[in-house]
């Protein structure tokens, strides 16, 4: 299922709903979107929940707002302000330069806190619920491409953002502040992709499509078993990868 999450619920909570829906109890997402952001959501019903683990590694495209001027306790419009600057003078060529400059290709990237990881079993979220903070450990992503779009009021920053999952594109839009020398956060992140799977084909959820399991994998690559590789799974033989010109996963 490729469904359009609408705003005000978790991932899970769309997962809820078509379990009662659709009567099945084994249905789970992949990629999860925070309960303001909307768009993609890739679902599996049945025995196509063990595909989820190939999807949800599949690379993300976002638009968003960066709001210029004020950081905030979640890095997003849903929290508290912060801390505020005067950026007014900012020029969205000057927003450009610095995004090629620092946000493109392969990046560091401190998760926030308020996200789903996890430290000592317990989720990063629920330690800023409770006002902790802890230390953690950046990590290396791959921002295919930043686009600036434009201003579409002063101070507020239209972009559209192509990257590798685990990216979390409110870190984007704060450290986008600080390297400008002041503040921002974000605001309407919508998911347009996932990998492949394009908003275009979304259902809502009160009218979810159930597609045919094949749907599932095919952004993977395919490879079409000879004779031989036939004998070999029958025998369950081991195959050599070198025998084939793509990178895992693959659909044989």
């Not at 809820?16 to 019903?45: C, Y």
């Not at 900012?90 to 308020?114: A, H, L, S, W, Y």
Request: charged share 25%; net charge neutral.
């Amino acid at each position: 299922m490729i469904v359009d999450k609408p705003a005000g619920m978790t991932s899970h909570d769309v997962v809820n709903v078509l379990r009662k829906q659709l009567g099945e109890r084994r249905i789970g997402h992949a990629g999860t979107l925070d309960p303001d952001a909307t768009g993609v959501l890739l679902v599996g019903v049945g025995y196509v929940t063990r595909l989820l683990t190939f999807l949800s590694g599949l690379d993300k495209t976002y638009t968003a707002q960066i709001v210029l001027g004020s950081a905030t306790s979640t890095l997003d419009s849903s929290g508290t302000v912060t801390a505020t600057h005067d950026m007014s003078s900012i020029t969205i060529e000057e927003v450009r330069r610095v995004v090629d400059e620092n946000f493109v290709g392969k990046i560091n990237q401190v998760p926030p806190m308020v996200s789903a990881l996890k430290v000592d079993g317990v989720r990063l979220h629920e330690l800023a619920r409770q006002g902790v903070e802890v230390e953690r450990a950046s990590r290396e992503l791959t921002v295919h491409s930043f686009k600036v779009l434009g201003m579409s009021a002063p101070g507020v920053v239209d972009v559209e953002v192509h990257c590798s999952s685990g990216t979390y594109i409110r870190s984007l839009a704060d450290d986008l502040g600080r390297a400008l020398g002041g503040s921002a956060h974000l605001r309407n992140l919508r998911r347009i992709s996932i990998g492949g799977f394009l908003q275009r084909e979304c259902s809502s959820l009160e009218t979810a499509v159930v597609h045919p399991p094949i749907t599932a994998v095919r952004t993977m690559s395919r490879i079409v078993a000879d004779d031989e590789m036939k004998t070999m799974i029958k025998h369950g033989r081991e195959i050599e990868i070198e025998k084939f010109d793509s990178s895992a996963p693959w659909v044989l």
